[in-house]
């Protein structure tokens, strides 16, 4: 059923109801208002007459807006109604809809229309492992409002829910009786509001804002958004509806930290990754860095508010520490779960560093590099002393909290992601190689940093040091001398992990690998066992846990794709670069121009199409910002100085291509090119 | 609560005035050298309400009893208070619970929270995989 779903979302607030805009939560069809990681409402349930309605059709305006057109009566083929109800629903704080019943007969009608309304208060956490509340529910009616909550010990939550026209409220619901004229209509709008307990008042201080904007600002303020972003002009029609799309999903996927006043940052993921995530949020505004870089900013100030300063063992905290994800939940508030932030994750620390460095290289913002130096600072110190579990200076990863934490604390996260040839999986510590590129890439960038706007020479070349002693030390350890390749990973015992994998790309983009060793590299990520023909795998075929439709063994990520792209281009392999970008952009063609998470690893001439693999999350940030990162990769669009050089290689497929008013420290500027590179 | 937090590190009698008086030794915190403002404790302790003021100048910590503007008031129960001056209970989750509860400022109370101690860490863990050496 979950096809049928509509969702629709702003910040942190959305919306899931059937196709009637219904909203029945069961196990399996998770609907109801969310916000906040609570849900405040898990039934509405609209009836005229005692009639459940028919859906005949159903717009979703805007992410952030739905309308219902729908009539009496279920289950007919044959549908000669002679009235018609219209639902529009706006997502603000909470909710309004709109209600509208049009009668068409000649002869006046009596209606009782009813809204069945209630709430489970359920944590996401619950909604997603279906567990038990520990805390007791009241419904009560104040002054003509249906008013329901939830308490355990002092955390209070509760819904609000109020109606424009008069109605009898009871513990249920709102029951109207309407009299409509021939050819008449009534209407009314109902106001769902989540409410807050002790913490209302500062809530509704932060929420200030949100809440008035009605459909019409929302509509002015997706527009600017567009408008402000640089234009694409080509001369394909799959480029132009993949940057449209890729655009406005991106405005959807804008998360306000409450902190923060009005700015946003990149969430993870529509509708329940809507929340602060270390990884993703840095990946994606690197990515959009080109079109949107306020994005990367508000991400850097957020993520330095709330990096950790502690031990904590059971949030997986260190100083220094990037956070992984935040959650504002009934299970987070009682350490049912470590979301308060958790910090599980140990490629969001150097990621940091680097992207604050590929911030400041776009926009010349020297002032965010010197408010958050002592952050940035912290996050170097993080990799070689708390990241470095077994003092042998690689960072690895082990949960310290082993009952709610995370096992895998790098991108692949799931749990056969990470293997030897054989197929075999390793323990923990386990030291992934692409996290030993990025603390390289971050201890050039912070020595860069440190030089510039520090003004710390010796800092500087201590870190210049250290990356050439790692690099050195990589290149020896992690190279699988028979397979000309670097292994995944190192196992506690300082072996190689051997398997043949994408992370190779990732090596590629943090400049860890030697140049020696590059074009070796590059033919694995180009040759058969890798290449599917839409991109670079996960794994390669041939691999013992190779799995063509495996989360993370043999899928190929668009998002692994651009920043393979990215690394490609940095080694000079411009073609190969161009090809990844033809195949990405060739498979969003058959998504509507929005990419999924993942996508099969089957061969592109096996199947011609490139098979969805099924996630819970569309769209999800870092493809929605893969896109952008190809448009960047196939200009070849590198700031130096304060400018920008463009240096295109374009598949040939693309025809023409014009990305107008690139924002910079340049200004704006536009960037041309045209399709050369032979990809088949 | 975690099992860190449920063990003991030797008690200290006030941990309230303890974690201010910590305060007013560090003087400069460069954590906060990008903040400025005054944050407002009012403990509660049956009918008795302790202020304590927090005054912040880019880092420059100032703390005392005197009445002032404040742009962040924090309102919670004394013995709330000492558990999380003594990181035994986390000051974001008792504000999402309604223990903790702000008012003015929430910014101010992010950057300061920063300030307060973790658990009280078992001897146990000690010899995992966290390395106590603090780097550099």
Known sequence: ?680 | MTVAAKRGRKAVKDPTRSFFDDLVARGHEPLLQNDSGTLRFDLVDGRRVEHWYVSIDEGDIAVSHDDAAADTILRTGRSVFDQIASGRMNALVSVLRGELVPEGDVRLLMAFQRLFPGPPRPRASRRTNVRERSPR
């Open chain 1, 1 to 680: 059923m979950s096809t049928d779903l509509v969702q629709i979302l702003e910040g942190n607030t959305f919306v899931v109801s059937d196709a009637r805009g219904d909203i029945e939560a069961t196990l399996t069809d998770p609907t109801g208002l969310f916000s906040f990681d609570t849900r405040f409402l898990s039934r509405w349930v609209l009836t005229v007459n005692g009639e459940r309605l028919n859906a005949l059709s159903t717009d979703d305006l805007h992410y952030y807006e739905a309308r219902f057109f729908l009539v009496p009566g279920t289950g007919t083929v044959y549908i000669d109604s002679k009235l018609s109800v219209i639902r529009r629903r706006a997502v603000g704080f909470g909710f309004s809809e709109e209600l509208t019943i049009l009668n068409h007969d000649e002869a006046p009608v009596a209606l009782e229309v009813r809204l069945e309304a209630g709430s489970d208060f359920a944590d996401l956490f619950e909604v997603k492992d279906a567990l038990k509340k520990k805390g007791s529910y009241t419904s009560r009616v104040e002054r003509g409002d249906l008013v329901l909550g939830y308490r355990r010990d002092t955390f209070e939550r509760g819904t609000r829910i109020s109606a424009s026209e008069r109605a009898k409220v009871d513990r249920a619901g709102l029951t109207f009786k309407v009299r409509i004229p021939a050819h008449g209509s009534w209407a009314t709008e109902l106001h769902v509001t989540p409410t807050f307990g002790r913490l209302e008042k500062v809530v509704q201080e932060l929420a200030k804002g949100r809440r008035a904007k009605r459909a019409g600002a929302m509509a002015r303020g997706l527009e600017k958004w567009v408008e402000k972003a640089p234009r694409v002009e080509c001369d394909s029609d799959v480029v132009r509806r993949t940057y449209d799309r890729s655009l406005v999903d991106l405005a959807a996927l804008r998360f306000a930290p409450l902190t923060l006043s009005g700015q946003a940052l990149p969430a993870a993921g529509l509708p329940w990754f809507m929340t602060m995530f270390g990884r993703d949020s840095i990946f994606t505004s690197l990515q959009a860095l080109p079109f949107a870089p306020e994005l990367a900013a508000t991400t850097l100030r957020a993520l330095g508010e709330r990096q950790g300063t502690r031990l904590d063992d059971f949030r997986d905290e260190d100083p220094g520490r990037i956070l992984h994800e935040m959650r504002f939940g009934e299970m987070t508030a009682f350490e049912e779960r470590p979301h308060s932030p958790y910090y599980g994750s140990v490629d969001a620390t150097p990621l940091y560093v680097v992207l604050l460095d590929e911030y400041e290289r776009w926009t010349g913002d020297t002032r965010l590099v010197r408010d958050l130096e002592v952050e940035a600072r912290a996050a170097l110190n993080w990799i070689d002393g708390y990241a470095d579990l077994q003092g042998n200076g690689y960072i690895s990863y082990k949960r310290r909290n082993e009952e709610t934490g995370l096992e895998n604390q790098c991108w692949k996260d799931s749990w056969d992601s990470i293997s030897y040839r054989d197929g075999t999986i390793p323990g923990f510590p386990r030291a992934t190689c692409e996290l030993q590129g990025y603390a390289y890439d971050a201890k050039m960038r912070g020595a860069r940093l440190a030089r510039l706007v520090w003004k710390d020479a010796a800092y500087a070349d201590a870190l210049e040091k250290q990356a050439a002693d790692l690099k050195r030390r990589f290149n020896r350890d992690f190279w699988i001398e028979d397979g000309g390749y670097f292994a995944i990973a190192l196992d506690a015992d300082g072996r190689q992990v051997d398997a043949l994998t994408s992370n190779n790309g990732h090596l590629l983009w943090s400049g860890i690998v030697d140049r020696a060793k590059a074009k070796a590299v590059v033919g694995h990520l180009m040759g058969k066992r890798l290449f599917s023909g839409w991109g670079v795998r996960t794994m390669a075929e041939g691999e013992g846990r190779y799995n063509p439709i495996g989360y993370h063994v043999g899928t190929v990520w668009p998002f692994d794709n651009s920043f393979i792209a990215w690394g490609l281009r940095r080694y000079g392999f411009k073609e190969e670069a161009a090809r990844i970008a033809e195949g990405i952009l060739a498979a969003s063609g058959f998504f509507d121009g929005r990419l999924p998470e993942a996508f099969g690893g089957y061969p592109r001439e096996m199947t011609k199409y490139p098979v969805q693999y099924p996630t819970a999350c569309s769209p999800q940030a870092w493809s929605t910002g893969t896109p952008l990162l190809l448009l960047r990769t196939m200009l070849g669009l590198e700031p130096i100085g304060e400018h920008l050089v463009v240096d295109p290689a374009l598949p040939v497929g693309i025809g023409h291509l014009e990305l107008l008013d690139i924002p910079g420290r340049w200004g704006r500027i536009d960037a041309f090119g045209r399709g050369r590179v032979q990809t088949s």
